[in-house]
């Protein structure tokens, strides 16, 4: 949450090379081929609503949490009055919700659980609230990821702000570890001055076999995995070396 409060005024911009529409339309086009009984979406981890957006342009009836206040305010002003947005931990999701057709939980917020029982928790919250014939899609971070953005530095700039990564170490660990880097954020404010807010991430990579052991344990199944590659590339099957991020679709065991 803290990472996020910091980072909440100016996420948008240093995500605006981020094509959500084109991954969202992408997305759904798989759940598509899968099916689902409806169109009530929760989006769980849903930041400033860049992920939800698209799905309600496309039918759906939106649902959307975050655990940052800050992130929460952005989504409901760009989601609108028709969209449910409220302040929740994945890990424990309110007990009043109404059950979901499609669950999602995108842009690698899962890595931001950094145990496997915080993991456990967040797929047994999911399963409370996801439909019997409901689909609960998630992305992760590959090994990959960990070797090239949190092993190495760079700076992103607009005409407005600076953003400086700075890594937590030089190079990738073994799987199921834990890694980390800072976000050095400066903006330049209406006085003409600089302003500086500083957020760290940790994440945590989830390996193939800790996911679908924790799913199991949790009541769901995995039913698809694909590989995705920087401009929205999607293919099968998974490769850790070529794909920086996987997208697993569950569903309630069978």
Known sequence: MAAYEALAPTY????????????LRRLD??????GIGGYRLLDVGCGTGKSARPMLLRGYAV????????MVAIARERLGPTADVFVADMRDLPG?????DLVTCLDDAVNYL????DLLAAFESVERVLAPDGLYLFDVNTMLAYETSFASDFV?????AVFCWRAGQEAAGEPDSAYSAMLDTFVL????????TTSRHEQRHFSDETIRACLAEAGLQCVDMIGQAPGVQLSRPVDET??????????HEA
């Open 189 to 196: 404010e209406a006085d003409g001055r600089w302003s500086r």
């Open 63 to 70: 649902t959307a949490c975050d655990i940052s206040p800050g």
């Open 156 to 160: 992103a700039e607009s005409p407005d």
């Open 12 to 23: 948008d911009v240093f995500t605006a090379e981020h094509d959500h529409d084109r991954w």
């Open 242 to 251: 070529v794909h920086h991020k996987c997208v697993y679709l569950a569903r």
């Open 96 to 100: 009043d919700l109404d059950t979901f």
């Open 29 to 34: 086009g798989i759940v598509e081929e899968h």
């Open 114 to 117: 950094t145990t496997r029982d």
